[in-house]
């Protein structure tokens, strides 16, 4: 019930102690200087280089603005995310040059990294892939939290994802956008507005001046920040993210700047084709980490030989990294695409001579697997009231809305979502009304799931169900077989039960697998 008390404006201004100032300029200071050393050095490395010269703050203001039991969803530009989170800068140059020590052994490279032991969500050049794949994650550990283990915590962890300009016009943020929305998910979504995806000005992304206006399609909150001032994204960050914890659900945060170098190292001398010199001088002189400096100093808060005393403890960090890049190999080991399958045997089965029908099968299968796992979650379009198909009927009176669950009609998202969930832990089963409907969810199942185990060899858990075939007058969208498109990727292991005896013997290990 609403008090006289509720109806005075309030407003809570962050301001950082002296620590974290410094803390804050440190880390600064180090991501300049490394993506400085690498832009400098990138005739070094095999692969591109990527780095955020320029844009820092968008990212250090948020890693401090975070909590350590935060997730975050890191985006091309991410140094700053990297090295807050605890990677160090030999583990990055290592990665940058795809070497054999490297987090993932060679696999993949430099800004395609995640890590779960420092809750960052793996980047893929799907541009806001993860950031969808983060919206599943952060759902599934509070289903973890409130639903299995039944703890009650003070820690409320929220998603904090980048994604650039470009990144903010595709399906992957849309689907990241939606989901986030509609189930009011903990999310806090900074679009680095660098006014450049590649060569392309970012006008031709929205019609919006402002990107972060985004969010009023979706019922969400926004502000927009100087994204070169790092202590007024730190700011905006944790307003942002105080009210998101206290249920205020997902925000965006638009952080304006500019790409002053290439999109990777090697493309900077190709920008006076497509910026104005004058422009990219302009934007040169906001550079965050001059602009900090000289703001600390006129705080009082730093001096010219403390200022020395980081600078040269930055370069001696990232020397040693560059030393250590010598005695790094060249990757040769191959890795399995499937995780070894666990299969404990299920509980004894009765003869039983009863006769029912396929979608009584696979129901009784959902039924006895979630009976089994509290992991297992059912979600996708109708479910709730049984699916079109009636394979689910029944399950949301016995297990509730928190285990089988409506989505938005959106096979992209569903999927982006269910990586998320399996990430967690969980056991994800969506549902799609028919096959040939999963081709819109290609570049998630493709470039994420039956790639993630055999890049990170973390596997994912994740079951899918679809009807097929041409049993019955309709159209290619419902009829067309597509499973062998799926076949030729790898990674994911397929099934046609011919009857409902296999259907529910296959669907059960299926869920016991630990496999896509």
Known sequence: MPKVTDFTP????????????????????????????????????????????GQEAVYIGPVFAAESYDWFAPDH???????????????????????AESIYSGYNFGIHIGSPEHHLIRFESDMALNVAVGTGLIDALYYIRDVIEKKSSEENPALLAFLGDGASAHS????????????????????????????????????HARLGRIAEGYGMKFLVVDGNDVVEVWRTTKAALADIRNGGGPWIIECCTFRVSGHNAHETSEMAGYVPRE?????????????????????????????????????????????????????????PV??????DALPPAKESGRIITYEAAINEALRQAMELDPRVRVFGEDVESGGVHGVTKGLVKKFGRERVFHTPLDENGIFTYAIGMALAGLIPSPEVQFLPFLKYAFGPLLNYA???????????????????????PSNNCHEEMIEAMLAH?????????????AAKGLLLSAFRDGNP
């Open 77 to 99: 530009r991410s140094m700053g995310v990297l090295l807050g989170r605890g990677l160090t800068t030999k583990e990055i140059v290592c990665q940058d040059g795809i070497f």
């Open 279 to 335: 422009l990219r001088l302009e934007w040169q002189g906001r550079n965050p980490l001059a602009h900090y400096t000289l703001q600390l100093k006129l705080m009082r808060l730093l001096d010219d030989e403390t200022e020395r005393g980081f600078k040269e403890e930055a370069q001696k960090i990232i020397a040693e990294a560059f030393e250590a890049m010598k005695t790094y190999s060249i990757p040769s080991k191959l890795h």
């Open 450 to 472: 039956t790639i993630h185990f055999a890049v990170t060899g973390q596997n994912l858990p994740l079951v899918v169900r679809a009807p097929c075939g041409g049993g019955f």
């Open 172 to 207: 992957n943020a849309h689907s990241a956008f939606l989901f986030a929305a509609t189930r009011k998910l903990p999310a806090l979504f900074i679009i680095n507005n660098n006014g450049l995806a590649i060569r392309t000005p970012v006008e031709y992304q929205s019609a």
């Open 489 to 501: 990727s790898g990674g994911i292991k397929i099934v046609a039960p011919a009857n409902p005896y």
């Open 10 to 53: 309030t407003r809570q201004i962050f301001i950082p102690t002296k620590e974290e100032y410094l803390r804050i300029y440190k880390l600064l200071l180090l991501t300049t200087f490394l993506g400085q050393e690498l832009d400098k050095r990138k005739d070094e490395f095999i692969p591109k280089i990527f780095t955020g010269l």
């Open 338 to 343: 499937f995780a070894a399958s666990k299969i």
